[in-house]
């Protein structure tokens, strides 16, 4: 006997999509402003304006953790690496260095204000939910592997030779860390044009010296 044939409907999976989107938004916002252990699925249900149905549907309240941080940080959800992603695939493949390290520290920027105080709830809860922690600690190697292939584009585009690309890599992940950001200007007090300044002549700097 064949096997039932799964209806499928360009409707109902936007409107998934859309149902999703809300639920991993709500999150992010209480995450950030109230933290993680703080936030019951009914809170965020609440602020979603679904049912709490729908948010347990939507998956464990640790994965809400991670969808959440990728949301605001990347504009979307999931595993593949930020270069896949329109903006930073456009930024690898402009033939200008100079736009494309304007773009990109710019992209960056954004991108830390965005997601830091939802990244400062993921780290705190990653010190205290062993569920949280191994997203957390997925998370931070999928950025390792980022800043990797950061690095080797610098080497494809001799900035960098072949046998610094390890250390770029390490020094651009402290660089354009989401702790760094918070350091800044969170701690510090730092505007968001000081940050862009100190990341735009530290990739500078990282990249003049061959690493």
């Not at 939802?118 to 997203?135: N, Q």
Request: proline share 5%; with cysteine; glycine share 6%.
């Amino acid at each position: 006997m064949d096997a039932p044939r799964r209806y499928h409907s360009p409707v109902r999976d936007a409107e998934a999509a859309r149902t999703r989107g809300l639920i991993v938004d709500a999150a992010a916002a209480l995450f950030a402003r109230d933290g993680y252990a703080a936030t019951p699925m009914k809170a965020i249900a609440t602020e979603a304006g679904v049912s709490v149905q729908s948010v347990h549907l939507a998956g464990p309240k640790s994965a809400l953790m991670l969808a959440a941080f990728e949301r605001t940080f990347a504009g979307d959800e999931g595993r593949h690496s930020l270069t896949e992603r329109p903006v930073l695939a456009a930024i690898l493949e402009e033939p200008d260095l100079d736009v494309a390290m304007r773009a990109y520290v710019d992209f960056l920027t954004e991108a830390n204000q965005r997601a830091a105080p939802v990244w400062s709830a993921f780290r705190a809860a990653a010190d205290a939910d062993p569920a949280v922690r191994e997203l957390y600690v997925d998370i931070e190697e999928r950025r390792m592997r980022d800043m990797r292939l950061g690095a080797a584009w610098a080497v494809s585009r001799g900035l960098v030779p072949e046998s610094g690309a390890g250390r770029a890599a390490d020094v651009l992940a402290l660089i354009t860390g989401p702790d760094t950001f918070l350091h800044f200007v969170g701690n510090c007090g730092w505007s968001l044009e000081d940050y862009r300044a100190w990341v735009a002549r530290s990739i500078r700097v990282l990249l003049d010296s061959g690493a």
